[in-house]
């Protein structure tokens, strides 16, 4: 074809408008971006075409073989302008005082036509009064500074796939809508903030921008919320932060966010910031404000003493997902080095250490084996016991795109979740299977395909070990694990576990993402093996669009794991037993090293408990919070002797603290983040700490003051030195992911040096694909007629885990307390109402929260979040754990639900854990008896009361 006399060659379906950029003339345009769909609204970008009547408009007009093309000429040029000239007619004309100024499309073309005055004048009929729509906290919609060119509309629907925005009415009338007319806030707009990136004009703008103007500079960067890993561009103004936009090159995110990553980094300058450090001797003392190096001697001395008195092992650490792999990897450095023991975990204990080992023992490595990208190329996807529209929203948005054009979806998960059921999105199959019942589920798909005949045969002779596989296949043929025994205990028909099977089976590209719905259970990692089965059986591991897909939680769950954050492995997911590797670090470190694994988190609490566990350091990451059964958590706290939290907030842990350490955030450090698809990408530190001190100068000082040597001028030369040490990494630098564009996914070595998008091609990690038995194995924790309903658990949208960071943003506006969900028939039963108060009982302890009924989930289950500390939702669950790794049973807690009455009642609802705690934090020695109730025990009950689930 030819443009403006430049011949040029261009792949079929491209755009006139596309064309002409790639031959460097860029045509005038309103409606049209590069991200979206054409769709020709304003008549700017008009060109003329040889052969063709009129003038087409170049967005929306394919090229063709031999096509001659003009984009500029007098007629076009003063088509363009008279078309500028109607626009600005209803366009107020306050550039000079408007946010959008310096950086607005409409501007710009007004330029671009040169457009020197308006003939129409302002007397007729225009909307320069329009109101505002301020109801978003985030950014408003100011209607009269609207072009109607669409944009908004279509980013909802094609990048976000909400369908919040329409054009309302017609011709002059139109206007853009959110939901019937509600606003912003009261429409199912999920402010991801697409749209406003989208608008070419000050319509929808930021509302940090309308307060201080256009940014002046920007820094790549990484979300530190959730294991997507968005890529953000920080924009700034000095050190302060006017907005993040998600960066177009960003590849986990392909510039798209949501609400959290996009709007709620307030928290970062929160004026709840602890910035000195404190010390007290004892938990019921005041906090005293130090100097770094009398909080940092006093932490290690405390650290030593307690060494020289109860032994070697009477401390440990506690890494963060919260943080970068290089502060990670200094924290299990300074456990093993300085204190000499492999006393260390991480908050992936609670959350996806199943994945962890399940993956490893039958695909033989511990992570997921896929890009996000690779969603675009399945024709099947299993979501089970995961909710990505509320927790992995950027990931939840392309999988909606793939959908939509035509995907098949089957959703395992107990409630139903807005996937199941979402505008253009009706889930194939949904599964709500009772809480505890997902091995009994995945088993009985297995048998289905094994009884049918659905087995890729040639992939499992190939790639999988035989003698397993046999094992595998006689186990899951048995008559008791076929859909009819299943059906049963799941509480889901049979038909519908047959045909989702099948359509798993025989669909093409089948892909499977999970989340906490499967791991925190006490069979967490038999499913994660169920789920490798059917992957591995069907023949979908090891290319694009299929592949087994953990949903890690947060930002950096993968990383802190490999790292080397649990107590039995180094970074690279290496025994502590190995003394091949076990030499390799103690020559780098300079210190023996122990053989043995040292506690996990749970096993720290029990020790506290018992006295031989006294002393903590814990980085980022709020345990008497998070972790299962509060009253245990707290007890074990308080009989500690030195509890070091170091966190960006005085949090619930640190009520137990005797050093607190300010921490920084991910705007104040440099570093690295690796998402759930194991990218590593860069965190770049856009302003100075503000405390003084980033989290692994931190380490580094408390390690030296512990009398061992660890110092590093930057954390590049972290990353450096656990290149050297961690086979997976040795192609990884700084330097090495800039020329990456960003970003690379491990392993990145001699093998792999551009790193390694998809897993298991050729073959699996371990060699042949291993199946595993997956007998299905009832929790302990049953409903029975006192406690005969069963809560999960899961998150919101606009909260974020604990709530530390979200809930000092204006995401309260969407979520300002944890409701309980229950179903109409047991409220019913019980004369709840929505919005009524309500006391959540179980084993383990007692809560209460307000009430919403809905069918969301089925009867007999119940469902919250635990994003506020008020709730208190960890009062309730139980000991309960993983069999393999200890990952508490957060999804399944059998409790009674009945109405608060009293407002008395409702105000103390807290009290009997309260009561504990405040007895705990004025240093009571509670006996044995008063914290009876806090471990679950069933014999309390009497065994005829413990009914069938
Ligand atoms: S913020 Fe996101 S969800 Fe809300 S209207 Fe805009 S694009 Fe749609
Ligand atoms: S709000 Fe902005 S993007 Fe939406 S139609 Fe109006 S000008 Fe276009
Ligand atoms: S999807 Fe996750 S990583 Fe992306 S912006 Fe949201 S919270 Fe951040
Ligand atoms: S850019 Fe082509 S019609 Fe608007």
Known sequence: MTIDGKLLEVPVGTSVMHAAALAGINIPKLCATDSLEAFGSCRLCLVDIEGRRGHPASCTTLVEEGMVVQTENDTLHKLRRNVMELYISDHPLDCLTCPANGNCELQDMAGVVGLRSVRYGFDGANHLDDTTDNSNPYFAYDSSKCIVCNRCVRACEEVQGTFALTIDKRGFESRVTAGQNDGFLGSDCVSCGACVQACPTSSLMEKSVIDLGQPEHAVITTCAYCGVGCGFKAEMKGDKVIRMTPWKDGKANRGHACVKGRFAWGYATHQDRILNPMIRKSITDPWQEVSWDEAINYAASEFRRIQDQHGRDAVGGITSSRCTNEETYLVQKLVRAAFGTNNVDTCARVCHSPTGYGLKMTLGESAGTQTFDSVMHTDVVIVMGANPSAAHPVFASRLKRRLRQGARLIVIDPRQTELVSSPHIQADYHLPLRPGTNTAMLTAMAHVIVAENLVNETYVAERCDTAAFNEWRSFVSQPQNSPEVMAEICGVSADDIRGAARLYATGGNGSIYYGLGVTEHSQGSTTVMAIANLAMATGNVGREGVGVNPLRGQNNVQGSCDMGSFPHEFPGYRHVSDNQVRSLFEQAWGVPLQSEPGLRIPNMFDAALSGSFKGLYCQGEDIVQSDPNTQHVAAAMAAMECVVVQDLFLNETAKYAHVFLPGSSFLEKDGTFTNAERRISRVRKVMEPKAGMADWEVTCALARALGYPMSYEHPSQIMDEIARLTPTFTGVSYERI????????????????????????????????????????????RSSRKFPLLLTTGRILSQYNVGAQTRRTDNVAWHAEDLLEIHPVDAEDRGIRSGDKVSVKSRAGET???????????????YTTFHFPESGANVVTTNNSDWATNCPEYKVTAVQIQRVTSESAWQNRWNRFHDIQQRLLQGETLSAEDLAHADHNHQHEPAEAVAKV
């Open 848 to 862: 209460a929260l307000r009430a919403t009924v809905t069918e969301r989930v089925q009867p007999g289950v119940v």
């Open 738 to 781: 800039q020329e990456l564009g960003g970003s690379v996914q491990w392993p990145c070595n001699e093998q792999a040096p551009e790193g390694t998008p998809t897993m298991h091609i050729d073959e699996f990690v371990r060699g042949k694909g291993r199946f595993m038995l997956t007998q299905y194995v009832p929790t302990e924790e």
